[in-house]
């Protein structure tokens, strides 16, 4: 028999622990983010600036860092699955007036349709920013540092995998998720280039015929797996990009 072990001593100092969310969307043709404003109250860090939607872990609820940024995400928007991607981590003594502080950053990507913005305790107010301009809200914490980490790691991630489809309702059609690949890279792309790499990806299956934006029908596809991101064997090239006026 094993000999019993006395409870760790824990009687030392112990940073706060936070987890924050980069939640993405494509909305009226702009990469978009997830804002909240902090309430004004006397006491509350940052008071009425906006920041990322997150909070601290709770012991009692969160079995895990994911199960916390889940929890998070479903009182945000209601959305409970969506893809969700761990970040990285940030630090420090400073960046919490009310001690030394860690979070543990995620970003998501959903669709835009049926989304429903909730406030909350720590949040005021609620909006989709634009990403590029969301940096710019003198952004509570180091949160401006977090979404520019989060925009370049999904734009680097976009050259070479499907994310751009989760964050596109399904069905969706060829022409919408190119569309979506553009909104976020920033650039247009060829066409027939990105049907072929598209179709040869295998990470589409067809859903039957759905109206297009033309009003004429469009085959839809909808992902095979929504765990996982499919891997490209080679990045959108400059050969790839999109003709001028075409």
């Known amino acids: 028999m094993k000999p019993s072990r006395k409870p760790a ?7 706060l622990v936070t ?10 043709d702009a ?14 860090p940052f008071p009425g600036r906006w920041a990322l939607p997150g909070g601290f872990i709770d012991v009692d609820k969160d079995a895990s860092l994911l199960d916390c940024a889940l929890r998070k995400l479903q009182e945000k928007t209601g959305v409970s699955a969506p893809y969700l991607e761990q970040l990285g981590s940030w630090g420090g003594a400073d960046r919490d007036p009310r001690g030394w502080s860690a979070t543990h950053a995620f970003f998501a990507l959903m669709p835009s349709q049926d989304l429903t913005l909730e406030k909350g305790a720590n949040a005021a107010q609620v909006e989709w920013v634009e990403a590029g301009a969301a940096g710019r809200k003198r952004l509570a914490f180091d949160h401006a540092e977090i979404v520019a980490a989060a925009i370049a790691r999904l734009r680097s991630k976009v050259e070479y995998t499907s994310l751009p489809a989760f964050l596109l309702s399904e069905p969706f059609t060829l022409p919408q998720l190119q569309h979506t690949y553009e909104v976020v890279l920033g650039r247009p792309v060829d066409k027939s280039a990105f049907r072929k790499r598209m179709l040869d990806g295998g990470f589409m299956e067809e859903a039957g015929t759905v109206e297009s934006a033309s009003g004429r ?30």
């Open 9 to 15: 001593d824990l009687n030392f100092p112990r940073p």
């Open 19 to 28: 987890v924050d969310v980069v939640i993405f969307t494509v909305l009226d």
């Open 31 to 44: 990469l978009k983010v997830v804002l909240v404003r902090r309430p004004e109250e006397d006491g509350d």
């Open 217 to 246: 029908p469009a085959m839809g596809y909808r992902l095979r797996d929504r765990s996982q991101a499919a891997l490209f064997p080679r990045t959108f090239s400059p050969r790839d990009a999109a003709a001028p006026g075409a």
